[in-house]
């Protein structure tokens, strides 16, 4: 295993210091500017998530498709991501990982306009759509499409299973001891319950689920930050500052170069709101809309929530702290700084325990939907059954896996993910409006 890890890394070094860097923010700065700004119309997309849907094809409301974005998103990534971008590459991976957000807002619709551009329907009325409908109808390349479902794939049992139940079980045996092998199978039995219902009944879930923890989370912050209120300004000014400087020192926190900030802050933003990886274009082309343009608005709002809103605050939240605790960020893991953040509010640590757990279990739920129609595209409905019993399994399997491994596998998996999507973005631009 060690020697599979060391291997992973080795590659993942040669990938994300450079390479993917270069064609994500490439390609989040060409939509930006091609698009028009289409960030600017993020008010209208979260306007449009709220109303009723008048479309007529499709098997979901745009606020399920929505919200199944957000469960697969809003992760650990949004907690334990964000520190651990601060830990490895400084605060000013803070910025890059917002600058993602911002820039791949663009990056989210494109990607969403295409998906319900070219999605289709199944004989049962179900529709099917993303960047494995998009290589193959618009670029008529079937095997680059049967290589976007296959890290598909591999991704829902890595990025959206192991490293969410992993997470799960960390939590729950450092603050009620409990037995990494129970709280597995627990949480196998609690999202295969929900998933063998299909789009809508993970719809129904993520509806009620996604705003209540949301909302929550971001209260606890809010919190924090007004505790914190003297430290706030110059907590932004060291983000700025230091992710420009070759290098950035904290009371005792030590952060890295510019290009190791932009590498975890890049790598860790995109990890969240998944922009440039194409997931949110298959929930998307779910969603009841006769309208690319205004579902991929609404699918682009859940890059800002997730990383625009949430990582940008849970950053504040933990710069802040440092600032304000200087000696608290000494010695202290990854994950640890957030916790450390948290112990300012009363029951801080198991309000942050039960949010991870939470987000964590939003992510199982909708990754599971990504990787479900990854086998419909490769193998039939046939293959649905036995994914979700190998999913559910993973779960359990995913709760006792090293956390290192886990995450190495994650960044893998998604720069496979990106390099097809991606390649279907740039050939097929002209073809996205930015208007209705």
Same mark, same amino acid.
């Given at each position: 295993?060690?020697?599979?890890?060391?291997?992973?890394?080795?590659?993942?070094?040669?990938?994300?210091?450079?390479?993917?860097?270069?064609?994500?923010?490439?390609? #989040?700065?060409?939509?930006?500017?091609?698009?028009? *700004?289409?960030?600017?119309?993020?008010?209208?997309?979260?306007?449009?998530?709220?109303?009723?849907?008048?479309?007529?094809?499709?098997?979901?409301?745009?606020?399920?498709?929505?919200?199944?974005?957000?469960?697969?998103?809003?992760?650990?990534?949004?907690?334990?991501?964000?520190?651990?971008? =601060?830990?490895?590459?400084?605060?000013?991976?803070?910025?890059?990982?917002?600058?993602?957000?911002?820039?791949?807002?663009?990056?989210?619709?494109?990607?969403?306009?295409?998906?319900?551009?070219?999605?289709? %329907?199944?004989?049962?009325?179900?529709?099917?759509?993303? &960047?494995?409908? =998009?290589l193959e109808n618009g670029l008529h390349s079937k095997p680059l499409a049967v290589i976007y479902c296959f890290f598909t794939l591999a991704?829902?049992?890595?990025?959206?299973?192991?490293?969410?139940?992993?997470? %799960?079980?960390?939590?729950?045996?450092?603050?009620?001891?409990?037995?990494?092998?129970?709280?597995?199978?627990?949480?196998?039995?609690?999202?295969?319950?929900?998933?063998?219902?299909?789009?809508?009944?993970?719809?129904?879930i993520c509806t009620r689920l996604v705003p209540a923890m949301g909302f929550f989370y971001i209260l606890a912050c809010l919190v924090i930050?007004?505790?914190?209120?003297? $430290?706030?300004?110059?907590? %932004?000014?060291?983000?700025?500052?230091?992710? *420009?400087?070759?290098?950035?020192?904290?009371?005792?926190?030590?952060?890295?170069?510019?290009?190791?900030?932009?590498?975890y802050g890049i790598a860790r933003g995109l990890f969240t709101n998944e922009a440039g990886i194409g997931t949110a274009a298959i929930a998307?082309?779910?969603?009841? !809309?006769?309208?690319? #343009?205004?579902?991929?608005?609404?699918?682009?709002?859940? !890059?800002?929530?997730?990383?625009?809103?949430?990582?940008?605050?849970?950053? +504040?939240?933990? =710069?802040?702290?440092?600032?304000?605790?200087?000696?608290?960020?000494?010695?202290?893991?990854?994950?640890?700084?957030?916790?450390?953040?948290?112990?300012?509010?009363?029951?801080?640590?198991?309000?942050?325990?039960?949010?991870?757990?939470? *987000?964590?279990?939003?992510?199982?739920?909708?990754?599971?939907?990504?990787?479900?129609?990854?086998?419909?595209?490769?193998?039939?409905?046939?293959?649905?059954?036995? $994914?979700?019993?190998? $999913?559910?399994?993973?779960?359990?399997?995913?709760?006792? +896996?090293?956390?290192?491994?886990?995450?190495?596998?994650?960044?893998?998996?998604?720069? *496979?993910?990106?390099? &097809?999507?991606?390649?279907?973005?740039?050939?097929?631009?002209?073809?996205?409006?930015?208007?209705?």
């Amino acid at each position: 295993m060690n020697e599979i890890l060391s291997v992973i890394k080795d590659i993942n070094k040669l990938l994300w210091n450079g390479p993917m860097l270069l064609i994500l923010l490439a390609t #989040h700065l060409f939509l930006t500017f091609r698009l028009k *700004f289409i960030q600017k119309k993020i008010g209208k997309g979260i306007r449009l998530s709220t109303k009723s849907d008048s479309g007529e094809e499709g098997e979901t409301s745009s606020f399920a498709a929505l919200t199944t974005t957000l469960a697969a998103t809003l992760g650990i990534g949004n907690i334990i991501g964000v520190s651990t971008a =601060v830990a490895m590459g400084g605060p000013g991976a803070i910025l890059w990982i917002w600058l993602t957000g911002v820039l791949g807002m663009a990056t989210t619709y494109a990607e969403c306009y295409l998906g319900i551009q070219y999605r289709r %329907i199944g004989k049962d009325g179900t529709y099917s759509g993303g &960047p494995m409908y =998009v290589l193959e109808n618009g670029l008529h390349s079937k095997p680059l499409a049967v290589i976007y479902c296959f890290f598909t794939l591999a991704a829902s049992y890595g990025v959206g299973c192991s490293t969410q139940s992993n997470s %799960i079980t960390d939590v729950t045996s450092n603050l009620w001891g409990f037995s990494p092998y129970l709280v597995g199978f627990i949480t196998a039995l609690f999202t295969g319950l929900v998933i063998i219902g299909g789009i809508k009944s993970i719809g129904n879930i993520c509806t009620r689920l996604v705003p209540a923890m949301g909302f929550f989370y971001i209260l606890a912050c809010l919190v924090i930050l007004v505790l914190n209120y003297r $430290y706030l300004l110059p907590a %932004i000014q060291l983000i700025v500052r230091s992710a *420009f400087l070759p290098s950035a020192m904290v009371g005792g926190f030590i952060g890295s170069t510019i290009k190791t900030a932009a590498r975890y802050g890049i790598a860790r933003g995109l990890f969240t709101n998944e922009a440039g990886i194409g997931t949110a274009a298959i929930a998307a082309a779910s969603a009841k !809309t006769d309208n690319p #343009h205004n579902q991929a608005l609404v699918s682009m709002s859940a !890059t800002f929530w997730d990383t625009v809103v949430m990582c940008g605050v849970t950053g +504040l939240v933990i =710069v802040s702290n440092i600032l304000k605790n200087p000696l608290s960020a000494k010695g202290a893991s990854a994950s640890e700084l957030t916790t450390i953040a948290f112990e300012q509010i009363p029951f801080g640590r198991y309000i942050l325990g039960l949010s991870i757990i939470a *987000f964590a279990t939003a992510t199982l739920i909708g990754w599971s939907y990504f990787g479900e129609k990854a086998v419909v595209y490769l193998f039939g409905k046939e293959g649905i059954g036995t $994914y979700r019993i190998c $999913y559910i399994v993973m779960i359990f399997i995913g709760a006792i +896996l090293s956390l290192e491994f886990v995450w190495e596998l994650s960044d893998l998996l998604n720069a *496979f993910m990106i390099i &097809p999507n991606v390649l279907s973005i740039w050939l097929l631009y002209r073809g996205i409006r930015c208007t209705e």
